[in-house]
C-alpha cells in the first residue's frame, strides 16, 4: 500500500518554524500525533510506516533538527508538542490519537499529567525521570559542571563527534549556544508524577539507551501503572526495539512488526 507524504511549516515562535509531516494511505481516516525522541526528526519509521495503513501519522521535528530552526529545550518541546497537537485538533475538529518515543514519551507522559490531550496515547521506551538510564557518577558529574555554569568536557566532546563524525544524536543539532541550556532543561526537569488523564499503554524495553539491561524495568513498570497506564515489558529488546542484548541502534522500530509491539498499538488505539 502506497505511503503519501505531505510537508507543512508550523510556526510556533517568532522566527521559529516546526518543519512538520503527515503519512498516510487514504484520506478521511483517524490521526495520530508522534513525538519523536531525542535525535529524531519528521521521517517515516518502521512504526509510522505500518500505521500509516489504517491512520494519518503527524510527526515533528524538535527545534534545531531536521528542517525545524531554533534552539532545543525540554520545556520549548513540550510546548511544541502542545502547538502540534493543538493544530491538529483544530483541523480534524477532534482530538487526535497520540504516540511518544523516549523523550518524546516523557514529554508526552508529562503533558497528560496535566491535560488530556489525545484521546488515547501509546509511550514507547518512555522515561518517567528524564535521567533515569544514566548511571549516578554520570548525573552527578553533570549536575557538578551545570552548577558551575559549564557544559562537561565530555559532553562537548560528544557533541563534537556527533555533530562531525558519528551522528550520535541523528537529526539533532548543538552548538555551544544550545548546550548548557538544553542540559539545565533536562537536569531541572522533575519525574512523571500525575495521573495521565487519558487511557494510556506504555512499552517498555529492557535494555537501556547505553543498552545495557535495565535493572528497574519492573519498578519502572509499578510506577506507570500507578499513574494509570497498561504496561508491556519487553526485556531483551533495546530502546530503540531495534535489536536484542548489546546490540546497536540499527534500523529503529524494526523489530515492533515482529515482536507484535505493532499489534499492540493498534488494538490499543481500535479498542
Not at 500525575?194 to 494510556?200: E, K, Y
Not at 529492557?206 to 508491556?232: D, P, Q, T, Y
Request: glycine letters at 8%.
Amino acid at each position: 500500500m502506497k505511503v503519501y507524504e505531505k510537508l507543512d511549516k508550523l510556526n510556533v515562535e517568532t522566527d521559529v518554524d516546526l518543519e512538520v509531516k503527515s503519512y498516510y494511505s487514504q484520506k478521511n481516516v483517524p490521526t495520530i500525533v508522534s513525538v519523536t525522541g531525542l535525535g529524531g526528526c519528521a521521517g517515516k519509521d518502521c512504526v509510522i510506516d505500518y500505521l500509516a495503513r489504517d491512520y494519518q501519522v503527524v510527526t515533528f521535528s524538535p527545534r534545531n533538527s531536521g528542517s525545524s530552526n531554533g534552539h532545543l529545550t525540554l520545556e520549548n518541546y513540550a510546548l511544541d508538542t502542545l502547538k502540534v497537537i493543538d493544530y491538529v485538533s483544530q483541523i480534524d475538529g477532534e482530538r487526535p490519537y497520540g504516540i511518544g518515543h523516549s523523550m518524546g514519551g516523557y514529554t508526552l507522559g508529562r503533558l497528560l499529567g496535566e491535560i488530556p490531550l489525545v484521546k488515547k496515547a501509546v509511550l514507547l521506551a518512555p522515561l518517567i525521570d528524564i535521567t533515569e538510564q544514566n548511571p549516578d557518577w554520570f548525573n552527578n558529574y553533570i549536575r557538578n559542571n551545570i552548577n558551575r555554569e559549564k557544559v562537561p568536557g565530555a559532553i562537548q566532546l560528544g557533541l563534537f563527534f556527533s555533530n562531525n563524525l558519528f551522528g550520535f544524536l541523528g537529526n539533532q543539532r548543538f552548538d555551544q549556544e544550545d548546550s548548557l541550556p538544553f542540559l539545565k532543561s533536562l537536569y531541572n526537569a522533575s519525574e512523571c508524577s500525575n495521573p495521565l488523564l487519558c487511557p494510556t499503554q506504555v512499552i517498555l524495553a529492557g535494555r537501556a539507551n547505553n543498552r545495557f539491561k535495565i535493572k528497574n524495568v519492573f519498578e519502572l513498570s509499578s510506577c506507570w501503572e500507578n499513574l494509570g497506564a497498561k504496561v508491556a515489558i519487553y526485556s531483551e529488546l533495546n530502546h530503540w526495539f531495534s535489536g536484542v542484548s548489546h546490540s546497536g541502534v540499527g534500523v529503529p522500530f524494526s523489530l515492533c512488526k515482529k515482536e507484535g509491539i505493532t499489534k499492540i498499538i493498534c488494538d490499543f488505539f481500535k479498542d
